[in-house]
């Protein structure tokens, strides 16, 4: 199963929001997951199963959809949301990642 | 506190072999499967390899299956990743990461702890 993220890049403002797209290249029902990934650090579960969030992750970071089609939403950027977020399929082995969505400053 | 350390990364010939280690604390491990995930300079995230809890099945990336061999010894509390004929296209950082998971026997829903990552370069 290959997913596909886009845009590669995106530049925004503090406050401002963010979406993030995942397409799947195969039907993964809602077995999506979502990470974060900041400089120098391992990656950060922020939502599994498409929709739920992980503990500990704030409220403006929200995903949706279904099937193969998918999408990570922050609202209300902060300033520490500016990082790579990489979505993961848990459909079937074996498991994959998407290329990544850099966000980044404007 | 919850926390995966991994080691012996290094630089090694093509051909050779590595062992890699992921030592965990802060959490039952016994109860958790484990993943290894490798990223390539300047790349993404590949996943590699998954352990069940208790050792008892394995999955593989096609490209490391045959020479790669996950294991984990519970007793010890760590992971580990062996690496045969290695390749230039190994070359990456690898990370060991939980498998999160609502039991030992639930499904598996993501990687919700990692380490910082050990470094492996193939180079002649």
């Known amino acids: 199963i290959v997913l596909t993220q886009s845009p590669a890049t995106l530049s925004l403002s503090p406050g401002e929001r963010a979406t993030l797209s995942c397409r799947a290249s195969?039907?993964?029902?809602?077995?999506l997951a979502w990470y974060q990934q900041k400089p120098g650090q391992g990656p950060r579960l922020l939502i599994y199963?498409?929709?739920n969030r992980a503990a500990g992750i704030p409220a403006r970071f929200r995903g949706s959809g279904s099937g193969t089609d998918f999408t990570l939403t922050i609202s209300n950027l902060e300033p520490e949301d500016f990082a790579v977020y990489y979505c993961?399929?848990?459909?079937?082995?074996?498991?994959?990642f998407g290329g990544g969505t850099k966000v980044e400053i404007k | 506190q919850v926390q995966l350390v991994e080691s012996g990364g290094g630089v090694v010939q093509p051909g050779r072999s590595l062992r890699l280690s992921c030592a965990a604390s802060?959490?039952?491990?016994?109860?958790?499967?484990m993943h290894w995930v490798r990223q390539a300079p300047g790349k993404g995230l590949e996943w590699v390899a998954v352990?069940?809890?208790?050792?008892?099945?394995?999955y593989y990336l096609d490209s490391v299956e045959g020479r790669f061999t996950i294991s984990r010894d519970n007793s010890k509390k760590t992971l580990y990743l062996q690496m045969n004929s290695l390749s230039v296209e190994d070359t990456a950082l690898y990370y060991c990461?939980?498998?999160?998971?609502?039991?030992?026997?639930?499904?598996?829903?993501?990687?919700?702890?990692w380490g910082q990552g050990t470094t492996v370069t193939v180079s002649s």
């Open positions: 990461a939980r498998a999160a998971s609502t039991s030992k026997f639930g499904d598996q829903y993501g990687m919700d702890v």
């Open positions: 199963d498409t929709s």
């Open positions: 802060g959490f039952a491990f016994s109860s958790f499967g």
């Open positions: 352990i069940w809890f208790d050792g008892s099945q394995t």
């Open positions: 195969h039907y993964i029902h809602t077995y």
């Open positions: 993961q399929h848990r459909s079937d082995w074996p498991l994959t």
